[in-house]
């Protein structure tokens, strides 16, 4: 049974951003690359509870199991996002967008602000979907 990022306990979701950072990862690498991490024994169980969950996947490579994310970071990061502005902005996208803009240390530049003025003024338009690039 497939659960939402956001879902996950502490350490899952640790385990889970450093995939989709990497891209993959084995037991080794996730230990080594998560703060405080816990036994070795103990990252190889939360990676297979997340295999079993549905969210990695495994390739033996050279005698070891190197984990990748079933979906793709594109798609997860979306999710995440999502979560964030339900949990934090009342799933106001409109909020959101301006906790950003508004924000005077967000040092949006000249070319990030036209770029999100070409995506709201294309979701205004009938039948156009918007387009994050």
Same mark, same amino acid.
């Given at each position: 049974?497939?659960?939402?990022?956001? !879902?996950?306990s $502490?350490?899952e979701?640790?385990?889970? @951003?450093l995939?989709?950072?990497?891209?993959?990862?084995?037991?080794?690498? +996730?230990?080594?690359g998560?703060p405080?991490?816990?036994s070795?024994?103990?990252?190889?169980a939360?990676?297979r509870?997340?295999e079993?969950k549905g969210?990695?996947?495994h390739?033996? !490579?050279g005698g $070891?199991y190197?984990?990748?994310p079933i @979906?793709?970071p594109q798609t997860a990061?979306?999710?995440?996002?999502q979560q +964030?502005v339900?949990?934090f902005?009342?799933?106001s996208?409109?909020?959101?967008v301006?906790a950003?803009?508004?924000?005077k240390?967000g040092?949006?530049?000249?070319?990030e602000l036209k770029?999100l003025?070409?995506i709201i003024?294309k979701?205004g338009?009938p039948?156009?979907?918007?387009?994050?690039?």
């Amino acid at each position: 049974m497939k659960r939402k990022l956001h !879902e996950l306990s $502490r350490r899952e979701r640790q385990i889970m @951003e450093l995939i989709l950072v990497k891209g993959s990862a084995s037991a080794a690498e +996730v230990e080594a690359g998560i703060p405080d991490a816990p036994s070795y024994s103990a990252i190889r169980a939360l990676l297979r509870i997340l295999e079993e969950k549905g969210h990695l996947k495994h390739r033996e !490579e050279g005698g $070891r199991y190197v984990y990748e994310p079933i @979906e793709a970071p594109q798609t997860a990061s979306r999710s995440a996002l999502q979560q +964030v502005v339900k949990t934090f902005f009342g799933g106001s996208l409109a909020d959101a967008v301006a906790a950003f803009v508004d924000d005077k240390d967000g040092d949006l530049s000249s070319d990030e602000l036209k770029r999100l003025e070409d995506i709201i003024k294309k979701a205004g338009k009938p039948g156009s979907e918007p387009r994050a690039s």
